[in-house]
């Protein structure tokens, strides 16, 4: 059974920083992917950013152009930990943030190809 557990919302001040956290629990496979997506009150779920894990292939992490910049996304293999560090804060970025994982390896970009979702955590930029 895959958990995601994410931790690290809150309210913060336009320019601001949060680092989300993401501890998985559980076995998800040889070749997936992970990442964050984010809805706002009254839009849909929209990917944020996904890393793919593939044995020894290396791909680029992926960005929604809104963030590339000042979004970060890592893993923390030994603590099985996914993180999006978030600079630069600004109002629109407000929306719930859910922490993601994917079967397949270049899924993490559609709602639909996601198959372990987070409870999600909150976050709020004030002007």
């Known amino acids: 059974q895959v958990q995601l557990v994410e931790s690290g919302g809150g309210s913060v001040q336009a320019g601001g920083s949060l680092r989300l956290s993401c501890a998985t629990s559980g076995y998800i496979g040889y070749a997936y992917c992970m990442g964050w997506f984010r809805q706002a009150p009254g839009k849909e779920r929209e990917a944020v950013a996904s890393i793919r894990i593939s044995g020894s292939e290396v791909y680029p992490n992926d960005y929604v152009d809104s963030v590339k910049g000042r979004f970060t996304i890592s893993r923390d293999t030994a603590n099985d930990t996914l993180y999006l560090q978030m600079v630069s804060l600004k109002p629109e970025d407000t929306a719930m943030y859910y922490c993601?994982?994917?079967?397949?390896?270049?899924?993490?970009?559609?709602?639909?190809?996601?198959?372990?979702w987070g409870q999600g955590t909150q976050v709020t930029v004030s002007s």
């Open positions: 993601a994982a994917a079967l397949l390896v270049f899924a993490c970009e559609s709602v639909g190809n996601v198959d372990y």
